[in-house]
């Protein structure tokens, strides 16, 4: 998981590659390097750490050129030293790599035995001197050789080349890695995500699988896996610079849990009817499909799982459709038995995810109906993938931790369940209307929680200091109690974990004790009288009771009060429940994150977008 970004112009390019990594750093934060030609030469900087340790030292340096190739990285192979950041060189040439090379080992035995020495432990490294290799070894032009290199390469990747001899193309290949080419007037950019490229184009046009590109300042050849030239449509990105800075916000979470009322409502927008989805609610709609689907395989990862979770709870009530759910990174490695007239679903914030992708390919040949991706990334490989479409379109999310691409993907779930419950005569249109009305009021619910902010700051000194802490839900409340305890461990570095609440005795009741803070999902539904014995459970052994509860929740029975906090949640709708509940989990998780001084928008050893496996 890293950021690409390269370029060839007619002018300097540091600060554009640069604002470029910057744009990139939720992909990763570990080190960062950048490589300019500069009169026939390569000029490389790289430095261990942040990106703007980086721009320190091309300043310094005083690095610049009109053609360059720079990389912001997560490690996968080797720690996050200078010497294992990229670019990485061999001879004249330098590369930037996202991916992982799975054979790099053999390759890298069958060069050393041709007499080339290796300076890091990447993987990377191997290939860009398999690419010198060849091109020495077989006389060939750069673009060849590059292409020579790639068939011997197991895994994925997304590549841009230089060579200082040739300051005059930009080379690029993908396969399995996210790779986009940002088009200019007199100039050309490439990087993993148009995020990159926003202040210097609009214009972008997305390579395929096995697609290799040669840019020059006013020229674009692509060829595919077979070598045969091809055009790839040019698609323009409106996205404002509003929408990738902070404003007036101290972090991206924060900005992006407080942009939650105006995602919902976005995603909402235009795919409702008086008592169903509408048909443009769905790209690719198919109503016989629909009313033909019993059953559902949910495939996701990390937030989009638990999302899923929901999903399957819903789909089940409401739908009256079996659903099942799986970590994608699991399913391509179990034996899957698909019922006939089964949907396959995918969940992902930025339909790159290489695990979640992987599943869509299998689940292809596997007999299913037709696959259906719930997305934020509408150029993405997911969306491009998949028979269906429903875009959550909660806009840019930079933070890594994911909180309005999450609650968005509910309500897509939700808009989901409308229409297959519809479609299938599981639900009446008076049921309908009532679903829909509901769903609509959900930017209002959301509004109402973030009203909590300051509440839910002050409750948050209490977890200071703290090193565990449990999340209890019962029913469709469980993966929001699994999505609260994420959210605390990702940004925090408290250890969370979340368990239906009936499992307590079963295990972690032996874990509480005064200094274990137990966080408790609390709605007014019809577990709620068992939720509230599980409570006691904890009560009895000295556990520090934190409830977020439905408004209309009675606590009055509960026993030892000052061993409770509570907070009340404005749920006015039940089918919203896990949408609304979700908020004040990911303001508490922000909030104990600022306690703990860490790196809100950057926590260690995490990258946004998993595009490894």
Request: glycine share 8%.
């Amino acid at each position: 998981m890293c950021g690409i970004v390269g370029a060839i112009a007619k002018r300097p390019l540091a600060e554009i590659l640069l604002t470029g990594l910057s744009a990139l750093e939720y992909r990763g934060y570990d080190s960062a390097g950048v490589c300019f030609i500069r009169n026939g030469k390569l000029e490389l900087v790289k430095v261990a750490g942040k990106v703007q340790a980086l721009k320190d030292e091309v300043k310094a340096q005083g690095a610049d050129g009109y053609t360059g190739i720079a990389h912001t990285r997560w490690a996968t192979h080797g720690k996050p030293t200078v010497t294992n950041a990229h670019p990485h060189t061999a001879g004249t040439l330098a590369l930037v790599h996202n991916g992982i090379i799975e054979n790099y080992r053999e390759l890298k035995a069958q060069l050393s035995a041709h007499g080339l020495e290796f300076y890091s432990d990447t993987d990377t490294e191997v290939l860009v001197k398999l690419i010198y290799f060849i091109k020495e070894d077989q006389k060939l032009p750069l673009f060849e050789a590059m292409r020579a290199a790639l068939t011997q390469v197991r895994g994925a990747y997304a590549i841009a080349l230089i060579d200082s001899t040739d300051p005059d193309h930009l080379y690029l290949a993908k396969k399995g890695g996210p790779l986009v080419i940002g088009l200019g007037i007199g100039e050309n950019f490439a990087a993993s995500d148009v995020l990159a490229l926003l202040p210097v184009t609009s214009r972008f046009i997305y390579l395929e699988d096995g697609d290799a590109a040669m840019l020059t300042r006013d020229d674009i050849t692509i060829v595919d896996e077979s070598g045969h030239q091809v055009e790839r449509p040019c698609t323009h990105v409106d996205v404002s610079a509003e929408a990738v800075s902070k404003g007036p916000y101290k972090h991206f979470m924060q900005k992006e849990i407080f942009e939650q009322p105006e995602a919902l409502a976005n995603t909402l927008l235009g795919r409702l009817s008086e008592d169903n989805i509408s048909p443009e609610a769905i790209d690719n709609f198919n109503p016989e499909l629909f009313a033909s689907i019993k059953h559902v395989e949910i495939a996701a990862c990390g937030t989009s799982y638990h999302a899923g979770l929901v999903g399957k709870y819903y789909l089940e009530q409401y739908a009256g459709i079996s659903a099942s759910v799986t970590i994608a990174s699991e399913y391509r490695y179990k034996k899957t038995i698909v019922p006939e007239h089964s949907l396959f679903i995918t969940l992902s914030q930025s339909g790159e995810t290489a695990d979640t992708l992987a599943a869509l390919n299998l689940a292809k040949i596997q007999g299913y109906a037709a696959s259906l991706c719930i997305c934020n990334a509408p150029n993405s490989s997911l969306v491009r993938s998949s028979d269906m479409v429903l875009l959550t379109r909660a806009g840019a999310e930079i933070g890594v931790a994911s909180t309005k691409a999450f609650t968005t993907q509910l309500m897509a779930l939700f808009i989901l369940t409308l229409g297959l419950a519809r479609a299938g005569g599981a639900m009446t249109a008076a049921d309908g209307r009532r679903f829909a009305d509901a769903l609509r009021r959900a930017p209002d619910e959301a509004r109402a929680e973030l009203k909590h902010d300051a509440d839910i700051q002050r409750l948050a000194q209490n977890f200071a200091g703290l090193e565990h802490s449990l999340f209890l839900g019962r029913g469709v409340m469980y993966p929001i109690a699994l999505e609260g305890a994420l959210k605390l461990k990702e940004i925090s570095y408290i250890h969370a974990e979340g368990y239906a609440s009936g499992e307590l005795k079963h295990g972690p009741i032996a874990l509480i004790d005064a200094k274990m803070p137990v966080i408790v999902v609390a709605p007014q539904d019809d577990l709620l009288s068992k939720l509230l014995s599980n409570i006691e459970e904890v009560r009895a052994r000295g556990g520090r009771l934190y409830i977020f509860a439905g408004a209309d929740v009675n606590l009055s029975s509960l026993k030892n009060k000052e061993q409770c906090t509570v907070l009340y949640v404005e749920n006015r709708e039940p089918v919203l429940g896990p949408l609304t509940f979700t908020i004040p989990l990911q303001l508490l998780a922000y909030h104990v994150a600022i306690i703990n001084g860490t790196d809100v928008d950057q926590p260690r050893n995490l990258a946004k977008s998993v595009t490894v496996e």
